[in-house]
């Protein structure tokens, strides 16, 4: 029998292997839920990237050999269903912000080189998003700390999962949570935070020792509290500052004049005054020491302090002048 | 004139009064700067008046079990136990001396002696201030210190803010005593003898 030449095998696994088409099985439907279809067109559509980049793994299947691979998802490229269809892009279909060529697999590395949109690409100069001035926060973010190589708008706000929270939310202390986490994904996570920066990594509990009541702290107030400057033209202030020009002083907040009212409860401040508290929408979620004060009783005090001290004057002089007799 | 001499003041008393005094006077001045902070004008720095606050504050808690442990254990704590008969009437009574006996020269009408320390306004406003606004001064201070400690809504409203308004009030009840307490301590045969009852221990008033 003639013996085949090697280089003729070779030649023909490297066809075979050209030939080879690695598949993705089917997407399951049973992971869609109703709720989907009410806020987006595009549902089943999208269970074409989902059925692999929802799920924390996926199967490959070799179509040659029908041989099937299960392989973990990378967990930066997974994505939470119900955080997306309740998020503010909803609506959306992958291929909306995703070029076309991520309907190929293995996708492309033209398009994992793609570059991604920024906020302003959809949202800036556009009457329909006027009152979220995003002109405003890009001129925040490029004066911003956080303004370096390749950190984008969605380093904090994940498109796939954002919802805007502080403008919507009646609880403070949820919002505060969902705010803060947006920064401590980074902060408090040396894995994401070393891909942008070559900073050491930062152990916030101990930056922050001399704060007190840090728990109360944290969970009562947002970072950006401090770490931003003020700006009265957007809800959110975006010009993170660097780490020695944020607010140390604690009366900043602790006082009358409490810039709580002017960041965190910018949009409740036209409740003004509650109960005769200054600051009194702070009390919905919180108490702050020197920004709550109550003008009634501040009233009723410096009233019975100020009489005590006329009869003790009083009775001082009544003495006095009885002992000269 | 002879001079009558009570040693009504043992050491403890007079160690637990001079750091309580000492203690409050700094509660209530690193009260005040917090509770009326600006950051252009901070009668003390906030972080500085906090600090001394919280640990002013632990020292009182722990005086204050001195002071009624000692209470319990000592003949101290009979002054603040046994009462008079018509409280009402002998409340009146001294009232009236503070208003205008004190000026006619007249007698006290309850003077001091061994089986009574206070006259009946003394111990009336000590058991009220020591027994009904420090524990509950002590324990709203407490809450707010460890605020993760306590109910989040009490009487539906915030917990943090319920108990620093009880907080505030009985803050300010007490540094109006402290204020009314150094002013009835000037009414002794002399202005300073009372106060230096307190530093060797001896009531002293003329006979």
Known sequence: MKKIPIPMIAGILLAACIMTFAQIPEADTSRIKSSYYEVNDFVEENENCLKCHGEVKYALEDTLFGRVLTQYMCPADILDRDAFYTGVHRAFSCTDCHSYDYETFPHPLEARLEEMYTCLDCHGYDENFAHYNFEVIQEEFEASIHNIDEFSCWKCHDPHSYRAFIRNSQDIEEAVRYDNNMCLNCHSNFDRFMLLTDREEINLVESHDWLPNQVSHFSSVRCIECHTEINDTILVAHKILPREEAVKKCTECHSRNSRLMQTLYKFEVKEGRKGGFVNGVILNDAYVIGANQNDFLNWISLLVFGLTLVVILFHTVLRIRNNKN | MATKKIYLYPVWVRLWHMINALMILLLILTGISMRYSTPENPLIRFDIA?????????????????????????????????????????????????????????????????????????????????????PLLILSGLGLMFPDLIAYKVFNISGLVFYDVVHIILGFVISLFVLIHIYTCTLGDKPGTLFKSMINGYHEEHE
Request: hydrophobic share 45%.
């Open chain 2, 50 to 134: 906090v600090g001394i606050h919280n640990v002013a504050a632990f020292i009182v808690t722990f005086n204050y079990g001195i002071f009624v442990i000692g209470n319990i254990l000592t003949r101290n704590g009979r002054y603040y136990r046994k009462w008079r008969k018509n409280l009402a009437t002998n409340l009146w009574k001294q009232f009236v001396f503070y208003a205008v006996g004190i000026f006619r020269k007249e007698p006290h009408p309850f003077p001091i002696n061994e089986e009574q320390k206070f006259n009946p306004l003394q111990k009336f406003s000590y058991v009220i201030v020591m027994y009904l606004c420090m």
